[in-house]
Structure formats: C-alpha cells, structure tokens
C-alpha cells in the first residue's frame, strides 16, 4: 500500500499524480509500468506507464485519463490517500545510441513518452519529439519535452497549438527527409500507433510501440494482455509492453481492448457520466487519422 | 453419490452410532467386519439447482456423527496403506483414532505434525489417487468410494478446531538472528514460512498480489475453497511473526540477488507458482471471448467480478462457453461460468471421463450442476464474427487408439468428423507454463526447457543459498505437493541456517 503524494487535473480528463514508491523509484528504467488499484476488494487493477521518477524522494510520477469508472475511483482519491501499486513492471526500453530518434506522442502517451525522451537524449541520440492531442489544452508535458528534446513539434486536430495535422503528417515529412529518422518510438492511441507503423513502414524505419492492453496480474499468468505479433502470441505485460509496430496485429489488439466496452458503458452510467460524448470524439479521431494517413 | 438431504444423512449416522453403542454395550469392540459393515458418510451438499446460482461452499462438512461414524469405518492398519499415499505423510490411523476417541484437540495435532493446513488440504487433495487409494477398507469392499473418507475426516477435524476458536499457534523459536525472503505466498511459500519461523528465523513473505494465498485466493473458487479460510490461515502465520510484504515483485520491484547481497536476506525460498497459461495455439484463439482459465478465474476469484454491484473488474457476458481441458481447472472455469450466468457450458475434453485428472468428486459435482461433457473432443480453431468476437468453435472427435508401450490409449481424430457449434465464450484450461520472470530477471538461476526451476534433493536451485519448490519446480502439481516442497526446503534452510 502506497500513498498520494501531489495531485495535479492537467486538463479535464488528465491527472497528474505523484505516488510514493521508493523501490519502483530506484529500480525502474524507461519504458516500465505499474499497475495500481484503487483499493484492495473491488477496485480494478489499471496498468499505467511511468512518466517520471525521483529515487532521491522515493516517488513516481503518473499521468492518466479518465476514461472508465476505475479512472475516476483514481482521479477521486486526494493527497494521502493510499493506493495499491505493483511494479515496475514490463521490460525497460531498449536504449541506445541509434543516431537519429523521432519520438511520437498523442495525448496521455506524451506522458509515458517523457522517460524515453529523456533516456535516448541522454544515450546521445539527437531526438525530435511529435506531440499531439485533439485540442492545444489537452497538450502536456510540453516544458519537460521541450527542454530535453532538440526540436518539438506540435500538432493539433484543432489547430490550436502547432500545426492543423495528425502527428502523422510531420512523421512522414521527417521520413521522407534528406536526414530520415534511424528509430522512431510512438506512444499513444492504438489508432495512432498504428497509423505511425503504417507511416513509417514505406520508409523502412524500425518503429517502436508501447501496447496499453487489458491487464490483470500484470506478471504473465493470466494471458488476458495477450497479442498477436508477427503472427506469434506474445504476453504484453513480460514480452513487452514495446514492440516492432510494423508486426503488431493493430485490428486484433483494438478489438481485444474492447472486449469490456459494453459493460464499461453500463459502469460509466452509474457514474453519472457521458461516456458517448468521449467515445464519439474518439471515432471522430480515428475516423480523421484514418483519412490523414491513408 | 450424494443426493441425500443433510438431515436423512444426521438420521442415518445417528442410527449407526446407535448399532456402536449397542456392540460396545455387550462389552466387545467392533470387529472389521462390523467397521466394513458401516455406511460410508456421504458429504452433505447444498442441493445442485440451488449452488449453481450462488457462490456459497458446495460441500457443507460433516456434523459430528457423521465424522463419529466415519472414523470407526477405519481398521486401524499396522501397515497403514494410507499413509504412503499422502505426499507428507500425515498419520493417518493416527488421527482417526484420536477421533473415535473424542479427542479433538490431539485429532489435529495429529495432523499438523506433518500437515499444517489441514482445512485446504481436507477441500482440494485428490484423496481418491493419493490415501484413499490404498485404503484397506475400500479394496475389501471392491470400490474406491467405499473407502475411509479421510479427507472428509481431515477437514471435520480443521472445521471444528475453528469454530472451537482453539487454533494452536505453532511455537515459535528464539530469535536466531537470520533473516529468510519467501517469494510467492501460495502453499509451498507459506509452509515453508511457518517451518522457518518455528526455528526462530525472520521471515519476509513478498506477494505480487494483493492477498496472500496464491492459487488458494485467485484460482480456487470460493464454491470450492472459501477465501476467508485462506485468510484465517494466512493471519495465523502472522501471528507467528511472519512479516508478508504484498505488491511485491521479487526480480521487478526487487532483485533476486539484492535480496541476499544488500538486503540482508541469509537464504531465499521461491514458490513462485506455475503462471504462463498455455493455449492450443489455433487459429482465432486472440479473439475476444477467449479466455486462460487463469484470466476467468482471476476476474471471478481475487477481482470478485461476481459480485457486479460492488466489483470495478467486469466479467465477460457468455451464453454459451465451452471450456478446454480435464483437469480441476477445467471444472472450476467451467462450474464459475455457470454460477456468473451461463445458459449452457460444455466442457470438451480429447480423452474420456477415466483420464480426467479433476477431483473425481469435483467432476460429479458439475455433472449434478448441469456442466455437459464433450468427450472425445478438441477444437481445431476459434471462429469469428466482424467485430473479432468469438461466436463458435470447429470441433473434431477423437477415439481411443490401441494401447501404446505403457498401456495408455491415445485419443487419435476421427477424419470428416470436423462440425462448428456456436460458442460466445472459449475458456482454456490445459495447463501452465512456468513462469519466465524470475529466471530472465536471475541470469544464474538454471531452469529446465520448460522453464521450470531446478533443484536438488534438498530442493537447492543452482545458486547457493537460494531454494525453490512447488508448482515452480514440479509445472502444474497440487497443493500438497507444493507443501511437501516447502517442508523440505524449510528443512535444508534450517540445517543450512543452524
Ligand atoms: C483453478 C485451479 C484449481 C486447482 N485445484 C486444485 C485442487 O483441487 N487440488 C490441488 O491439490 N491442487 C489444485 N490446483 C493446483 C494448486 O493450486 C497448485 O499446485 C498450488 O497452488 C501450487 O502452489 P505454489 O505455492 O507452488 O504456487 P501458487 O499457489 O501458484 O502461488 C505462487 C504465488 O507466488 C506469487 N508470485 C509469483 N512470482 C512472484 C514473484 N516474482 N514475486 C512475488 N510473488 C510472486 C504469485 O502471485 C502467487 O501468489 C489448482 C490450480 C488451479 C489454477
Ligand atoms: S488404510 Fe484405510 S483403514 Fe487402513 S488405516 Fe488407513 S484409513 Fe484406516
Ligand atoms: S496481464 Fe496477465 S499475463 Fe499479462
């Protein structure tokens, strides 16, 4: 049992929250999750990458969207309230000095994008950071990004920050460049990863993901993260959470995560909150990523 | 077997206790033939249409002259057959007679000499292929179920030692100054835990769950295994001093080796349980509506997804499941299926009923809830409809092949016999693979090509000071295994320690 340390709403959905856990602070790398429950009877067990760390306070930092009702039992709980959390999980990202790294984000993933960044800048790599997001208040981490990275772009569904364009758009440009990237690491919607792979995959550049899929234990018993990558069942919680993008089964793993999708709802319901409007603006995304990049 | 009422039986052990008490009156003890011509105790359930509906303990225990009965049933063998059918050897005659005797209190200390849960134990052994296979009593009456119902016996002695409020605390040694990390809190972590407290050693029990137990807490299910008993079982331990330290990964959250070089741990015991769940590896097998046993039962068991007004974890809606696979995992999928609403769950299996390695008395237990049974069947693969949602199966049949070398007959398919049945849910349950985190993470830790922990006679992994035992080391065993495991280790880390 752990407990709230700080507690930030960085936009209407998305929570900023510092978590007391100094082992996961001291042994974790970039790349790893946690998964954290809001009690011990009930609640959900919710996977979440680790944005931050600071082994020196023994905490970690955590950013999360609240999408079902277990996001809003996390996003409810106040500075001092205990949470149960288990990690660090999933294997650490592999980092090295690959040369020339793009490092995409959409939304909440800017987050988990954040210790990625900060690892291949410090491997040496020249690293340019894609944030994106639906609408300029839904953009964050953007000082901690931009004081690490050697160049950010933003770009916004709506414009209202950066460019008018899917994260895709700059992706390709930088693909098609006389200086193309020699690794590129997306993280964030399946749609948009997915749509990253798609756009990089011409180019021929290794394109890594991080897969957010249902979880359970967390530790490899329950097979319930399971996906299909390149044509093989991989478990994401101890073969990954990252994979080769270009061999990720995009339809197979976005089906599995809605497997719960009605019962969610119902959930949803009983929190009194509009989940139609969240999901519509989601099809509406996935519907534009779709056009944008194909 | 069962089917009498709780009350016919009472009735029924009453008037047995009536024909003792009129032998002894005549001054003689019961001759075997008297004992082999007493009822054998059946174990009073509640009514099959009821249970399916609830989550309530199926089997309710014996009374007490029910257990009375049942323990004059025994011979009392010089030999005792029994007891080398028992993994720990629990002193079987031993305890029964205590029984007989009316002494309750030495009943159970007959068995926690060697047995310290005897309340699991009792529940989920395969009596029926360990002491009571040998049992004397049913080999002269020709029929394994007229044997000596020792686990019943077990578990009436645990029982009522509870509602006694008596539980006696094993004693816990002077303090010896060492200090022992016990990774996985499921039985072989937990008895190895109370065998090293009682020499006096400190002792970490690390959980990557939320709750102590291991498969006692996330795969059992209630109906079979209530968790407020692992829990009574789990809080006795600390009792004793043993410190658990949950949410804990040991190779994630913590090395295996700092443990021992900074952490100051003097040995390390791992039970860290099977995990891994294997599937059939077919085609369409990712669909949604597919399930590991260990996912299904999770969500059901530890995330208490059957409870939907309280529970955050949603259950999958099935109509119709089908699960895969003959082992006690199989019929807790499938009998939990039932209970979270199923309309009709066919449990296939490629062998047939003689083969099934389930608790005999678990597999007449779902046959009486309404589970139906594919014999001879495996499915080739998992069809699909547009949204990437199972909606049925493609079956083939299988017949018995001539025996093999060892007597055994292999299921061998039928050709042409391939049908689709429409199933919403697909639960798979045919077994684990080990679990590869503690070996990645643990780069000297030597496993074996299935990735099972290996050991020595004394249950030494390859590096020193470090132990290993249960489902870890044996691929997916049983529970008294896994504590015969933990007892040995306990001993080599105690001599090792002393
Ligand atoms: C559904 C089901 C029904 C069963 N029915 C029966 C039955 O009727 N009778 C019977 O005898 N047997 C039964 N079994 C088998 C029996 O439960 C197991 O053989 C037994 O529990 C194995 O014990 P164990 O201590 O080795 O491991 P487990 O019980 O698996 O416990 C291992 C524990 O270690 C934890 N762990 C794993 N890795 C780590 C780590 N790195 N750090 C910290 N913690 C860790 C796990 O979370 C788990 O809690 C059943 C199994 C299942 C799944
Ligand atoms: S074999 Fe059967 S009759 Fe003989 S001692 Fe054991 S339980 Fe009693
Ligand atoms: S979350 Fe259970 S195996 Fe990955």
Redesign the pocket.
């Known amino acids: 049992m752990t407990r709230i340390l700080s507690k930030r709403r960085l936009s209407e959905e998305v929570y900023r929250v510092e978590v007391e856990a100094p082992l996961v602070a001291r042994e974790r790398r970039a790349g790893q999750f946690v998964i954290v429950q809001a009690d011990d009877d009930f609640a959900e067990r919710i996977p979440l990458t680790i944005a931050d760390a600071d082994p020196e306070r023994g905490a970690i930092t955590l950013v999360f969207q609240t999408v079902g009702a277990s996001t809003h039992a996390l996003a409810a709980k106040e500075v001092g309230d205990p949470i149960t959390l288990l990690g660090p999980l999933g294997n650490p990202t592999h980092i090295e000095r690959f040369g020339k790294a793009v490092c995409v984000g959409g939304g909440i993933g800017l987050a988990p994008l954040h210790p990625i960044v900060k690892a291949l800048k410090e491997a040496g790599n020249e690293v340019v950071v894609i944030a994106g997001a639906r609408t300029a208040e839904l953009l964050i981490m953007q000082e901690e990004l931009k004081s690490i990275a050697d160049e950010l772009i933003v770009a916004t569904d709506d414009g209202s920050a950066g460019r008018k364009a899917l994260v895709t758009e700059p992706l390709k440009e930088i693909c098609a460049s006389d200086r193309p990237p020699d690794i590129v690491v997306a993280i964030g919607p399946p749609i948009m990863m997915k749509f990253c792979a798609e756009a990089t995959r011409p180019f021929g550049v290794k394109t890594l993901v991080s897969l957010n899929t249902i979880m359970i234990d967390g530790?490899g018993?329950c097979g319930g993260c399971r996906v299909s990558v390149g044509g093989e069942t991989k478990f994401v919680c101890v073969d990954g959470p990252e994979f080769d993008g270009h061999l990720v089964d995009w339809d197979g793993m976005m089906s599995r995560l809605r497997s719960y999708r009605k019962q969610e709802e119902e959930a949803h319901h009983r929190c009194h909150l509009d989940l139609a409007a969240a999901l519509a603006s989601e099809t509406s995304a996935a519907e534009r990523l779709a056009k944008g990049a194909l | 077997m069962s089917g009498a009422s709780k009350e016919g039986l009472e009735r029924q052990a009453r008037e047995a206790l009536g024909r003792i008490a009129a032998i002894r009156s005549e001054g003689r003890e019961l001759s075997p033939r008297d004992r082999l011509a007493l009822p054998v105790q059946d174990m009073p359930c509640q009514v099959p249409q009821a249970r399916a509906a609830n989550m309530l303990e199926v089997a309710e225990g014996y009374s007490e002259a029910q257990a009375k009965v049942e323990a004059e049933r025994c011979l009392d063998c010089k030999n005792a057959p029994c007891v080398s059918g028992c993994p720990v050897r629990v002193d079987i005659p031993g305890f029964i007679k205590k029984i007989r005797e009316g002494d309750y209190v030495g009943a159970t200390r007959a068995i926690k000499r060697t047995n310290l849960l005897p309340s699991i134990c009792g529940r989920?052994?395969?009596q029926e292929s360990q002491c009571q296979a040998n049992c004397t009593v049913g080999k002269s009456l020709k029929s394994i179920d007229a044997a000596v119902q020792i686990g019943r016996l077990e578990r009436w002695v645990a029982d009522n030692e509870r509602a006694c409020g008596a539980c006696d605390l094993p004693d816990v040694g002077n303090s010896s100054g060492k200090r022992v990390a016990v990774?996985?809190?499921?039985?072989?972590?937990l008895t190895t835990a109370i065998d090293l407290r009682r020499e006096g050693h400190e002792v970490v029990v690390?959980?990557?769950?939320q709750k102590t137990?291991?498969?006692?807490v996330y795969?059992?299910p209630e109906f079979r295994l209530p968790k407020s008993l692992v829990a009574i079982e789990s809080n006795l331990l600390a009792e004793m001093g043993v410190l658990y330290q949950l949410n804990?990964?040991?190779?994630r959250t913590r090395k295996l080796r700092s443990l021992l070089a900074e952490d100051g741990f003097d040995a390390v015991f791992i039970?860290?349980?099977?995990?891994l769940p294997k599937f059939m590896e077919m085609p369409g097998e990712n669909l949604v509506g597919v399930f590991s046993?260990?996912e299904y039962?999770t969500r059901s068991n530890l995330m208490k997804a059957y409870d939907r007004d309280r529970a955050a974890t949603p259950i999958y809606p099935s109509r119709r499941v089908a699960v895969l696979g003959g082992g006690?995992?199989a019929m807790?999928s499938a009998r939990m299926a039932l209970r979270l609403g199923a309309e009709e769950v066919r449990v296939l299996y490629r062998r047939t009923r003689e083969e099934m390695p389930a608790?005999s008395e678990e597999v007449g237990h779902a046959m009486e809830e309404g589970i139906i049974f594919d014999f001879l069947t495996s499915p080739t693969r998992v069809i699909g409809d547009k949204d990437g949602r199972a909606e049925a199966l493609e079956i083939l049949s299988y017949a018995l092949g001539e025996p093999d070398a060892s007597g055994r007959r292999s299921p061998v398919a039928i050709k042409g016999s391939e049908r689709v049945v429409p199933f919403d849910t697909v639960i798979v349950a045919i077994g684990n693979e080990s679990?590869p985190?503690?070996s990645r993470t643990t780069p000297d830790l030597k496993v074996d090509k299935r990735g099972h922990i290996l050991v020595d006679g004394a249950q030494k992994t390859s590096i020193d000071r470090v132990y290993a035992g249960?489902?870890?080391v044996l691929g997916?065993?049983?529970?008294?295994?896994?504590m015969g495991e933990g007892r040995r280790a306990a001993a080599a880390i105690n001599e090792l320690l002393g």
């Not at chain 2, 990774?183 to 972590?189: D, H, K, L």
């Not at chain 2, 997916?476 to 896994?482: H, N, Q, S």
Request: hydrophobic fraction near 50%.
């Open positions: 530790t018993m | 989920v052994c395969p990774v996985g809190s499921g039985p072989a972590g690390y959980e990557a769950f137990g291991g498969v006692m795969g059992i804990f990964l040991v190779g039970g860290a349980g099977a995990g046993a260990n039962l006690n995992v807790d608790r679990n985190l503690l249960g489902d870890i997916a065993a049983t529970v008294i295994l896994a």
